[in-house]
């Protein structure tokens, strides 16, 4: 069992940035892929960066270039750090983990076996 804890969100203005951080417990860390996910209203759950143990890293094209992914594994945390916020960023972002042996295309909610709880991110114009 792995138990994630998201924080760091807030309000931004557009072009601003945040740094979220999620923090772990369980077992075991390094043996988890890590990934970040948002949901914005009406809208389903997408994948916006993921993480396996260090040397492979996923972006959705819409953050590519302006958010990084990157993990701590002696500090059981993962981190997401957004810079030039835009408007459309605005969504409740979610923690997620699966097990490294899981060799399924990062991008379905429903291939990662545990979640965070969420965190606001709101990017005003």
């Known amino acids: 069992q792995v138990q994630l804890v998201e924080s760091g969100g807030g309000l931004v203005q557009a072009g601003g940035s945040l740094s979220l951080s999620c923090a772990a417990s369980g077992r075991a860390f390094s043996t988890y892929q890590l990934g970040w996910f948002r949901q914005a209203p009406g809208r389903g759950r997408e994948l916006v960066a993921a993480i396996t143990d260090g040397d492979s890293i996923n972006y959705a094209g819409s953050v590519k270039g302006r958010f990084t992914i990157s993990r701590d594994n002696a500090k059981n945390t993962v981190y997401l750090q957004m810079n030039s916020l835009k408007p459309e960023d605005t969504a409740v972002y979610y923690c997620?983990?699966?097990?490294?042996?899981?060799?399924?295309?990062?991008?379905?909610?429903?291939?990662?076996?545990?979640w965070g709880q969420g965190t606001q991110v709101t990017v005003s114009s």
């Open positions: 997620a983990a699966r097990r490294l042996s899981i060799n399924i295309a990062p991008d379905r909610p429903e291939t990662w076996e545990y």
